[in-house]
């Protein structure tokens, strides 16, 4: 019976020291394994870090990056707006200056007709004027006395006024005044029968009613 006892006892004890081994084993084992857990959390947590900051930099990094384009948006509208302003003024300048050359156009177009008016009107005054001076001189001897004509005119004025009226009657008076002047000359020079015969036939010729004719000054 004591036998019995005694092995009993040793085998419990070898059991208790058997599980103990167990448990130890299984402590050690899960040591390790928590060992290892720990290093990949460490791990974990290092790469968690690393993202976050990586992140954050991409952030400040993205935050600067739309600072910029907020700027250079607030740039380019300023631009816009300016420029806008400006095609307005260009827009404005380049009517104002169509309307000038419009207004210019009709004021070359004016003057044009008024240098036209001035042309005319001038040549129609100097026709005038030639009318009046024509009529001046054809009344100047028409209807005046042959002799009175000789006595009031001269070759020279003779010669000019035959050259510029067209009315018959006062060319015919003209021909015979410069007849008598050209015979009056001849006769006033030393005796020439040649001369003095061709005065004579040019006086014969003379229409004119005159005493001053029949008895030319010699």
């Known amino acids: ?28 084992k899960q040591a390790v394994e928590i060992d290892s857990l720990e290093k990949i959390i460490r791990s974990r947590n290092d790469s968690i870090r690393e993202y976050i900051r990586i992140r954050g930099e991409t952030s400040k990094s993205s935050n600067d990056t739309i600072k910029q384009l907020r700027s250079d948006l607030s740039k ?5 707006k300016e420029k806008e302003t400006f095609d307005a003024q260009f827009k404005h300048q380049n009517d104002s200056i169509a309307l000038l050359k419009n207004q210019i156009s009709i004021k070359e177009g004016q003057i044009a007709e008024i240098k036209q008016l001035a042309v005319q009107k001038a040549i129609q005054e100097k026709e005038n004027g030639k009318r009046e001076a024509l009529t001046s001189i054809v009344n100047t001897y028409k209807g005046k006395k042959f002799d009175d004509l000789i006595k009031s005119s001269g070759i020279e004025s003779v010669q000019r006024d035959k050259q510029l009226v067209e009315n018959t009657e006062v060319k015919q008076t003209l021909g015979d005044l410069e007849k008598y002047f050209n015979a009056e000359e001849l006769f006033s020079k030393k005796f020439d029968i040649n001369a003095v015969k061709n005065a004579q036939n040019q006086v014969s010729q003379i229409n004119q009613q005159s005493e001053l004719v029949k008895q030319p000054e010699r």
């Open 1 to 28: 019976m004591k036998k019995n006892i005694f092995i009993t006892m040793i085998l419990f004890g070898v059991s208790v020291a058997y599980s103990q081994q167990d448990c130890f084993d299984k402590i050690a």
């Open 76 to 80: 380019l509208k300023k631009f816009i």
